[in-house]
């Protein structure tokens, strides 16, 4: 696959398939085989074609442009001074889930608690789309600008719901974001560049 929007779309597909894969939740949550039924429902609405895997040797066939293979892996000497400032991304995120979490626990409204539920998997969600970004292979330009693009679109939703929930701390938050939003966006333009 090569090609920012031949990614994008893959990406839209995948967003897709977890959406409905949570539309099915509610209809199959606590039964026995619960994953099988969901994802035998979806394979029959959404001409899903899913691949189960049942150990490490499948899923490796499956993902070859992986390397599984720990012996090629640099020994972790314990000087982190070189890691880019860009992987503390993830951990200004978190902060915000962790702020997200700690106002879920201590509010006693149904619609606020709502509200910091999404906070919180939308934190989730964003941390993961700008870990995958920091962590695809530098040679693939098209899949980090997909992903650069996707991890935008993220953070201004997160700030969104932040927005919406209208608290006294939240523009602590919305600057966190604004932080985060910035450096995407270098990162962006230096891989638009080359």
């Not at 409905?20 to 039964?31: C, E, M, S, T």
């Amino acid at each position: 696959m090569n090609g920012e929007f031949q990614y994008e779309k893959e990406i839209r597909l995948d967003e897709e398939r977890i959406a409905r894969y949570f539309d099915n939740i509610p209809l199959f949550i606590d039964l026995p085989g619960e994953n099988e039924a969901i994802l035998e429902r979806i394979g029959k609405v959404g001409n899903e074609k899913f691949q189960k895997c049942s150990s490490i040797e499948q899923l490796r066939n499956l993902s070859q442009m992986w390397n599984f293979d720990e012996a090629d892996e640099p020994e972790d000497d314990g000087d982190h001074t070189e890691i880019s400032a860009d992987y503390e991304l993830p951990e200004l995120l978190d902060r915000i889930a962790v702020w997200g979490a700690e106002k879920f626990a201590l509010c006693d409204e149904f619609e606020l608690n709502c509200k910091y539920l999404g906070i919180i998997c939308q934190c989730g969600k964003t941390i993961a789309r700008v870990s995958d970004m920091l962590l695809s292979p530098d040679e693939d330009v098209s899949l980090k600008i997909a992903l650069a693009k996707r991890s935008l679109r993220d953070v201004s939703d997160l700030a969104g719901m932040i927005i919406a929930v209208e608290t006294s701390d939240a523009e602590a938050k919305l600057d966190i974001l604004q932080i985060i939003r910035k450096k995407v966006l270098e990162i962006l333009f230096e891989f638009e560049k080359n």
